[in-house]
């Protein structure tokens, strides 16, 4: 009798482990999909600076080559101070490209999702006991090494994105779904509402 406990107590552990370390890669996975919605959103910004400021310069051109004398020099100057925000804008932007920076963001959350639902998978298999705890803790250390090799090659993220992705998971609920909205994409066969 001892010896079961002792054993369940040890299941325990490591299904507390595992749950742990899902829940680590739930939240990863979730702010590397919040930094890159963040990427994509500066890199908008940017272009539309990019655009605006270039729209700018060539009107302050165009306006000093036909404005005649009196529009001459403050068109140009115009364009020329337009223009150099305009350079210094593309210097920042080519040490820092957040659309480069958006793909491999994206990249990480897409291996992450993977041993997000790895793990998953054998938190499962234990709770439905079609897993021996020798075979999880194997399964476990291989999934550890591949996060550490996903970590190991990963940008780093943002407070911003974690907070971001924090809300998402825990108020917006955005990785939880209700019985219904599962059944909504599944066969009539395989929902459980019917």
């Known amino acids: 009798m001892a010896q079961n406990s002792q054993a369940d107590d040890v299941d325990a552990a490591l299904e507390a482990q595992l749950r742990e370390c899902f829940g680590r890669v739930v ?34 051109l165009i306006a000093a080559i036909f404005g005649g004398d009196k529009l001459s020099y403050p068109a140009v100057v115009t364009a020329a101070v337009v223009s150099m925000a305009l350079l ?13 920076q958006a793909g491999k963001h994206k990249k990480t959350a897409s291996e992450l999702w993977n041993v997000r639902e790895s793990y998953l998978s054998v938190l499962t298999d234990l709770h439905d006991r079609n897993m021996d ?8 250390d291989e999934l550890q090494g591949r996060l550490a090799s996903i ?25 939880t779904f209700s019985d219904a909205e ?10 459980r509402g019917e």
């Open 27 to 60: 939240y990863a996975t979730k702010t590397h999909e919040k930094c890159a919605d963040r990427c994509m959103t500066k890199l908008g910004r940017i272009k539309f600076w990019q655009i605006v400021l270039s729209a700018l310069t060539t009107s302050g």
């Open 88 to 100: 210094a804008l593309n210097t920042y932007t080519k040490d820092s490209d957040p659309g480069q």
């Open 133 to 140: 705890a020798k075979t999880a803790r194997e399964k476990r």
């Open 151 to 175: 970590y190991e090659n990963a940008p780093r993220t943002s407070s911003k994105a974690y907070a971001d992705a924090s809300v998402g998971l825990k108020e917006r609920e955005e990785l």
């Open 182 to 191: 599962i059944d909504a994409f599944l066969p009539r066969t395989l929902r």
